[in-house]
């Protein structure tokens, strides 16, 4: 919402368009951090498709690039990763 | 245009065909569901054009017509009671994002006990949900209000959704002449939907997201402002009406022989019908009482009750309906209303009819003749009085 001082020019309702980080670097958010074996990566870019926050991108060779900016750590690309080519460790270790 | 002979639900259906509604998401209950039967016979046999979600609650049922009406057409449900209790949260979702929603609510007092006989407890429960609320007294009522509804919710000046209240059997169940006007004339007073904003696929954004203190305020504000636009605006869509249909309920307040009259019993709904039988019989007998229908619930007719109460000695409410630990909303807000006036009526509230217990004329005639007698020895027995209560 832009910022405003008087109230005719506020919207009926709030209405918020998709920006990138306009809740900030939410991957701060995060306890365990995604790790990927390229060895092992097959390159099937499930961990893309299911990613719920699109922290995960394709590179040219279609392995996963994961963006630790605003990646949470939810750990799902790594169950899912049918040949457990993603580790998940600990932030501080 | 047709005359027909019909139930108020029925009728309610019959409304929101006129409205050209485009959604309907509904959860049947006991005494709305012929509203939403109705509706779904339209559906099905092709004299609605519109989709008719079935859901698993009311919650849902509110929640679907909140999508459909944010994504840009008419939408209307239909509920009784729990079942608006259910929906309490998605109220509040709606009159926040501003959707014109119409909604018939077929009232029914609340349960424990149980009890599907009618009384506003479960609409009255719902006041401080920013939807605006409207009382019909006749089935024929109930189709002008809901077509007069859709034109006042999506006038931009408002934006809020309404209810659209009939009590249970009373009217819901009980058959009764009706016009129902031609498409074309609907149509030619009814244009088509118009949202505030709508979601769109090529411009996504979502709504009504966090806010933080700095705004919030500003927000309510602007709903507070709506119902007060709504205030001016319901007399001239009624008059609107009227001038098309022939038919019209007094804007906010409909009221019956209030010209000099000392005592005016002050009622919603049906009992307003019921009143003015009592006022007819009273009035023979020489006594100078008038009767006022709260039509208009939310907004709260503020200024027709303070005009109303220059020039009588005496207001009775009778609320079908308690707040409980304090008295009805139509006696407390009556008295709210008058407050700061130098020369305020006496006011005198009856709690009545809870549950579904009848209240006929000679009922009202009976208040009526306690609140005469108060007149006369300028004091209250009881400032709030259950009628009808075995001792």
Not at chain 2, 106 to 133: C, E, H, K, Y
Not at chain 2, 185 to 208: I, Q, T
Request: proline letters at 5%.
């Amino acid at each position: 919402m832009t910022l405003t001082k008087s109230r005719k020019e506020m919207p009926l309702t709030p209405l918020s368009s998709p920006t990138e980080g306009s809740m900030g670097k939410t991957g701060s958010w995060r306890t365990f951090r995604p790790e990927v074996n390229y060895a092992k990566c097959t390159r099937c870019a499930l961990c893309w498709i299911y990613c719920p926050d699109a922290a995960i991108s394709r590179q040219e060779d279609d392995s996963p690039k994961i963006d630790y900016d605003y990646c949470k750590g939810c750990g799902i690309c790594a169950n899912e990763c049918p040949t457990k080519a993603i580790a998940m460790k600990r932030e501080e270790e | 245009m047709a005359l027909i002979v019909d139930t108020a639900n029925h009728i309610a259906g019959y409304a929101a065909k006129a409205a050209r509604v485009k959604v309907v998401a509904a959860y049947p209950i006991t005494p709305q569901t012929t509203v939403v039967e109705k509706i779904a016979d339209f559906v099905e046999s092709g004299q609605m054009d519109a989709e008719y979600i079935r859901v698993e609650s009311e919650h849902s049922a509110m929640v679907a017509c909140i999508g459909a009406a944010a994504a840009g057409v008419r939408t209307f449900t239909a509920t009784s009671s729990h079942g608006l209790a259910l929906m309490h949260e998605a109220l509040h979702w709606a009159s926040g994002s501003r959707l014109p929603i119409v909604m018939a609510v077929v009232n029914r007092a609340m349960g424990a006990p149980w009890s599907i006989w009618p009384d506003f407890s479960d609409s009255l429960s719902q006041r401080d949900t920013g939807w605006m609320q409207f009382y019909c007294a006749d089935n024929q009522e109930v189709f002008d209000t809901i077509i007069q509804a859709y034109k006042l919710c999506e006038n931009e000046q408002v934006f809020l959704p309404a209810m659209i209240c009939l009590e249970g059997f009373i009217l819901s169940h009980t058959t009764a002449p009706a016009n129902i006007p031609n498409q074309e004339e609907v149509d030619a007073f009814l244009p088509a939907y118009k949202s505030g904003w709508m979601l769109d696929v090529d411009r996504p954004y979502s709504h009504a997201n966090l806010v933080s203190p700095e705004y919030y305020m500003e927000f309510r504000y602007m709903i507070q402002e709506a119902m007060e636009n709504a205030k001016q605006l319901i007399p001239k869509v009624d008059k609107e009406y009227g001038k098309q249909f022939g038919r019209e309920y007094g804007g906010m307040i409909e009221k019956y022989k209030c010209d000099g009259a000392d005592l005016v019993m002050l009622t919603m709904g049906t009992m307003g019908s019921e009143a003015r039988l009592t006022v007819d019989k009273l009035r023979n007998e020489g006594y100078k009482v008038g009767s006022a229908r709260v039509r208009v619930y939310r907004p709260y007719p503020v200024e027709e009750i303070l005009k109303l109460a220059k020039n009588v000695q005496m207001i009775s409410t009778i609320d079908r309906h308690i707040s409980f630990g304090m008295e009805g909303f139509l006696g407390s807000e009556t008295k709210a209303a008058l407050f700061n006036q130098k020369d305020r009526p006496m006011i005198a509230s009856f709690i009545a009819g809870l549950g579904g217990r009848d209240v006929t004329a000679d009922s009202i005639e009976k208040m009526a003749q306690k609140s005469l007698k108060s007149m006369r020895e300028g004091k209250l027995e009881k400032t709030t009085e259950w009628f009808d209560l075995k001792e």
